[in-house]
Protein backbone atom coordinates (compact mmCIF):
# COMPACT_ATOMS: atom_id res chain seq x y z
CA UNK A 1 0.00 0.00 0.00
CA UNK A 2 1.90 3.34 -1.09
CA UNK A 3 0.55 6.24 0.20
CA UNK A 4 0.91 9.84 -1.14
CA UNK A 5 1.21 12.90 0.56
CA UNK A 6 0.10 15.82 -1.36
CA UNK A 7 0.19 19.30 -0.46
CA UNK A 8 -2.29 20.73 1.07
CA UNK A 9 -4.19 22.77 -1.48
CA UNK A 10 -4.14 26.97 -0.87
CA UNK A 11 -7.97 27.46 -0.19
CA UNK A 12 -7.37 24.83 2.73
CA UNK A 13 -5.14 26.43 4.73
CA UNK A 14 -8.25 28.85 5.95
CA UNK A 15 -9.07 26.11 8.16
CA UNK A 16 -5.46 25.93 9.81
CA UNK A 17 -5.93 28.87 12.28
CA UNK A 18 -9.50 27.12 13.07
CA UNK A 19 -7.72 23.70 13.80
CA UNK A 20 -5.55 25.08 15.89
CA UNK A 21 -7.32 26.40 18.65
CA UNK A 22 -9.70 23.64 18.80
CA UNK A 23 -6.94 21.48 19.11
CA UNK A 24 -5.34 23.05 21.81
CA UNK A 25 -8.55 23.42 23.86
CA UNK A 26 -9.47 19.85 23.43
CA UNK A 27 -6.32 17.95 23.41
CA UNK A 28 -4.17 19.94 25.81
CA UNK A 29 -6.87 19.19 28.72
CA UNK A 30 -7.72 15.94 27.78
CA UNK A 31 -3.72 15.28 27.86
CA UNK A 32 -3.78 16.77 31.80
CA UNK A 33 -6.46 14.56 33.00
CA UNK A 34 -4.88 12.16 31.44
CA UNK A 35 -1.49 12.34 33.25
CA UNK A 36 -3.34 13.43 36.82
CA UNK A 37 -5.68 10.48 36.48
CA UNK A 38 -2.68 7.90 36.22
CA UNK A 39 -0.83 9.77 39.24
CA UNK A 40 -3.91 9.27 41.42
CA UNK A 41 -4.68 5.15 40.28
CA UNK A 42 -0.86 4.69 41.21
CA UNK A 43 -0.92 6.02 44.56
CA UNK A 44 -4.78 5.19 45.01
CA UNK A 45 -5.01 1.51 43.65
CA UNK A 46 -7.68 0.35 46.52
CA UNK A 47 -10.30 3.34 44.97
CA UNK A 48 -10.80 1.77 41.73
CA UNK A 49 -12.55 -1.57 40.33
CA UNK A 50 -10.28 -4.66 40.30
CA UNK A 51 -11.19 -7.84 38.43
CA UNK A 52 -12.03 -9.70 41.38
CA UNK A 53 -14.97 -7.47 42.27
CA UNK A 54 -16.40 -8.49 39.19
CA UNK A 55 -15.70 -11.86 38.15
CA UNK A 56 -13.86 -13.54 41.64
CA UNK A 57 -14.20 -15.81 43.56
CA UNK A 58 -15.61 -15.70 47.56
CA UNK A 59 -12.15 -15.86 48.54
CA UNK A 60 -10.91 -13.59 46.06
CA UNK A 61 -13.14 -10.92 47.42
CA UNK A 62 -12.37 -11.76 51.14
CA UNK A 63 -8.41 -11.06 50.19
CA UNK A 64 -9.19 -8.11 48.22
CA UNK A 65 -11.39 -6.55 51.00
CA UNK A 66 -8.74 -7.44 53.34
CA UNK A 67 -6.23 -5.30 51.36
CA UNK A 68 -8.33 -2.60 50.74
CA UNK A 69 -8.70 -1.79 54.42
CA UNK A 70 -4.98 -2.27 55.32
CA UNK A 71 -3.98 -0.30 52.26
CA UNK A 72 -6.64 2.42 53.31
CA UNK A 73 -4.50 2.59 56.60
CA UNK A 74 -1.33 3.83 54.89
CA UNK A 75 -0.38 7.70 54.93
CA UNK A 76 0.15 10.08 51.88
CA UNK A 77 3.73 9.44 51.95
CA UNK A 78 3.61 6.03 52.53
CA UNK A 79 1.33 5.67 49.78
CA UNK A 80 3.61 7.94 47.19
CA UNK A 81 6.65 5.69 48.01
CA UNK A 82 4.82 2.51 47.45
CA UNK A 83 3.58 3.36 44.19
CA UNK A 84 6.39 4.70 42.64
CA UNK A 85 9.37 2.55 44.75
CA UNK A 86 8.13 0.34 46.94
CA UNK A 87 6.60 -2.80 44.65
CA UNK A 88 9.65 -3.11 42.83
CA UNK A 89 11.95 -3.13 45.87
CA UNK A 90 9.71 -5.78 47.44
CA UNK A 91 9.30 -8.01 45.01
CA UNK A 92 13.11 -7.59 44.26
CA UNK A 93 13.22 -8.59 48.41
CA UNK A 94 10.89 -11.75 48.09
CA UNK A 95 12.46 -13.49 45.14
CA UNK A 96 16.34 -12.64 46.99
CA UNK A 97 14.86 -14.26 50.12
CA UNK A 98 12.93 -17.32 48.35
CA UNK A 99 16.57 -18.01 46.52
CA UNK A 100 18.69 -17.75 49.42
CA UNK A 101 16.03 -20.10 51.72
CA UNK A 102 16.62 -22.48 48.67
CA UNK A 103 20.23 -22.58 49.13
Keep these: MVTSFKRLPWY ?9 PVLLVVVVPL ?5 LSIVYFSVFPERHLHI ?15 WR ?14 AFTGKR ?3 MVRQMSMTFRNC
Excluded at 31 to 35: F, S, T
Excluded at 55 to 63: L, S
Design 89 to 91: RLQ
Design 12 to 20: AWIFVPLFL
Design 31 to 35: GIIAL
Design 52 to 66: WDCEGTAHQRRRLSQ
Design 69 to 82: SRYRQCSLGGRIVR
